[in-house]
DNA sequence: ACGCCCTGTCCATATTATGAGAAATACACC
DNA sequence: GGTGTATTTCTCATAATATGGACAGGGCGT
């Protein structure tokens, strides 16, 4: 080895923080515990391997997560897991602008009316995020979406109405993305969504004609803010193919409408505002 | 004013902290975020206000929240919302021991036989929390309780399942709790919560005549751990009283009592255990 | 123009979180 | 019961971190 004098070790410690190390780390800690590979609960070992904390740092903490409630641990097996107070945190993150509780009498009235089930998004990020639903009385249910199941925008019925009437640079930009994150899925392809979107705005409402579930449609119009190309939300509602042929259809679509306008008009006397991300 | 020497001001901090200032305030100003009364958003004033925190401290314990995903802001109204990642937060967290995931076909095949609406409940602490709910066909639906709803141990017909069956010491612990934290409900007192217990123990079943909701009826079984003495959970079935006769009654225990025996199974046989609190 | 309030950023400071290690505790395997 | 291993808690010196006062840029009403 040729001593060479060594380089005065730049300190080169980009901390790029922004003075909140802990904090940083105690989020990550509960997505660690909120990724569903580990839904069986986390060991302290677990944890440790998985975020990379030095022990007593990550007992530290646990313990304050534990403090207020957003961490428990089962004592006879010593397993973390996230705090049932989640579930209300949930709640609470879907209740945006009271969206929640405003629109409930909506989709009860739209399941009552056509006993198929109906959709409650709104838009995040380039994400389509079904925020409630509501099932109708007819025997075979077209379940596609869970509460809280997320759906790049232009995928089924409600994300397609939420995208189709944005600002059309907006929109562009959103297939953009999106064909950019899934690559591989040709459903995402740029054309593929342009030619969904072009319809849907001739049309009037998003149609879904088995793309997500064979044999499944559905069909989502946009809940207008304070103009039509600013949604809000949307509603939708799906149902097996044999109950959206075109009379029937149309029917829907009115109904969807006249709801959408009265929850749009609504929450914008509540000074609620289209989301972005 | 006595020139007195002043008695050295003693540093007199109780700091009493445990190393985690930071990861507690970031987790207070969730909590506000997600507290009821701020629904429709909440403005940086508001947050200031209502945590008492430093102007900077705020700002910098929002920006980690925001980079982390967990806090989102309105472009345009510039108010602070939890973000939309707490609805999955949430779906994790109820989904302790794949219980939801496990538990799912068992609720869609009673309420497919019974027509009646049927739950999902956990003990956590001293409440019982709805986890989840699968309704029947039948048209009048006894919807007592949402999806996340807490309820003290002991009312209702799946809480008090999860009552009833806990060893002796234990659940007479928590009678006595739920006592004292409602000493002005009655139907949470000592004798009658007793009373409900014992007659649960000797029906072997719990039944919910109407307490919660008139003309309501509900009944309850544990969901067996390793022994019938560690209730992983409960379900149960709600029906109008007419639903809910001797006769009938009978059959729902039995269909009941079946689909928890096999649940208990399965979650046993991956390590599931009793929660306390 | 002026004051007032709201919003956001900077930066010196000491308070706080950190991590190594030791000590205590539980646990398994003979 | 005894030995070894894993788990959990505690202590403490240190530096890195979070803190909060001060400052600066609007917006708005008067």
Known sequence: MPSRTLPPPPPAKVPQREGTQSIERALRVLRL??????ASGMSFQDLEDASGLNRSTLYRILGALRAEGFVERHPASGLFFLGMD???LGSASMNRFNLRELARPHLVRIAEQTEDTVFLSIRSGADSICVDRQE???????LTLNIGDRR???????????LAFLPRAEMEDLVARNARRFPSNPAMAVENVTA?????????YAFNDGQVLKSMCAVGVPVPGQTRRQPLAALSI????ERMRAPRRARLVAILEEEAKALGAALVARGAQPLGG
Chains 1, 2 share one sequence.
């Open 33 to 38: 515990l909120a990724s569903t590979n580990y």
């Open 86 to 88: 989640f579930l209300a």
């Open 136 to 142: 109708g009385a007819f025997p075979i249910k077209a």
């Open 152 to 162: 790049p925008l232009g995928i089924g019925a409600g994300a397609l109405a939420l």
């Open 196 to 204: 969904l979107v072009r319809r849907s705005r001739e049309e009037g």
């Open 238 to 241: 799906a149902a097996i193919s």
